[in-house]
């Protein structure tokens, strides 16, 4: 089976961010930005008439929550598609 030439990129970077390397998460965010605004336009769309929150500060606010989570956190993800689904819950917990 032929891999995604993005996904290895993808998850090395988070190996690495999830790893401990905090240097890493503005290469992963870039590479990820435009999938990452995607899903927080879904969830936009989903929220009630009178949610404060557009797509980019929901976005915002996510990768807020994802830089604040304490060192030493040991939940890990596998993968781009993972990592997606994390920052979808974290997006609809907001």
Same mark, same amino acid.
């Given at each position: 089976? #032929?891999?995604?030439?993005?996904?290895?990129?993808? &998850?090395?970077?988070? =190996?690495?961010?999830?790893?401990?390397?905090?240097?890493?998460?503005?290469?992963?965010?870039?590479?990820? #930005?435009?999938?990452?605004?995607?899903? /927080?336009?879904?969830?936009? /769309?989903?929220? %009630? %008439?009178?949610? &404060?929150?557009?797509? &980019?500060?929901?976005?915002?606010? @996510?990768?807020? %929550?994802?830089? =604040? %989570?304490?060192?030493?956190?040991?939940? @890990?993800?596998?993968?781009? #598609?993972?990592?997606?689904?994390?920052?979808? #819950?974290?997006?609809? /917990? =907001?």
């Amino acid at each position: 089976m #032929k891999q995604n030439p993005k996904a290895v990129p993808v &998850t090395a970077l988070l =190996a690495q961010w999830f790893g401990g390397d905090q240097s890493v998460f503005d290469n992963l965010y870039a590479e990820l #930005k435009p999938e990452l605004l995607d899903l /927080a336009r879904k969830a936009v /769309a989903h929220q %009630r %008439r009178d949610a &404060t929150l557009g797509a &980019t500060a929901l976005l915002d606010e @996510t990768v807020l %929550r994802l830089l =604040a %989570r304490p060192s030493g956190d040991e939940y @890990t993800v596998d993968n781009r #598609k993972h990592f997606l689904h994390l920052v979808a #819950k974290i997006m609809h /917990a =907001a």
